[in-house]
């Protein structure tokens, strides 16, 4: 196998496994219902109290709530890395959900796409 197939199977391997940690949490969070539940859950995470979560409370947050069980800390870094829309570092509350929103859209449309 040559390296730029390599790169590119486990990129694509690590795109797959990505969203299936997104369609995870999707589902844990549905369970949590409301708003303030999930800021709460937020808060709990953000350990340092910053107001946003860094890559490892984010990945704490993960694995806590069994999202991912089978995914690699560079999962996990590459979807915070795609959830951190101003790339600062530092995921806020509303990035999160800019995040969740859109990511529930993207599998909506898929659905859609396979009826």
């Known amino acids: 196998i040559e390296f730029e197939e390599f790169v590119t199977d486990f990129a694509s391997a690590q795109a797959e496994e990505v969203q299936k ?3 995870s949490l999707r589902g844990v969070l549905r369970q949590k219902r409301g708003m303030l539940a999930l800021k709460k859950l937020f808060e709990k995470y953000d350990t340092d109290g910053s107001g946003g979560l860094d890559v490892e409370e984010f990945t704490a947050t993960m694995q ?4 991912g069980k089978d995914a690699l800390a560079t999962d996990f870094v590459a979807l915070f890395a795609k ?13 999160f959900l800019q995040a969740m929103n859109k990511s529930s859209k993207e599998a ?6 396979k009826i």
């Open 21 to 23: 940690i997104e369609q």
């Open 108 to 113: 909506q449309k898929e659905e859609t796409a």
């Open 64 to 67: 806590d709530l069994g999202v």
């Open 83 to 95: 959830f951190d829309a101003d790339g600062s570092g530092s995921l806020e509350f509303s990035e």
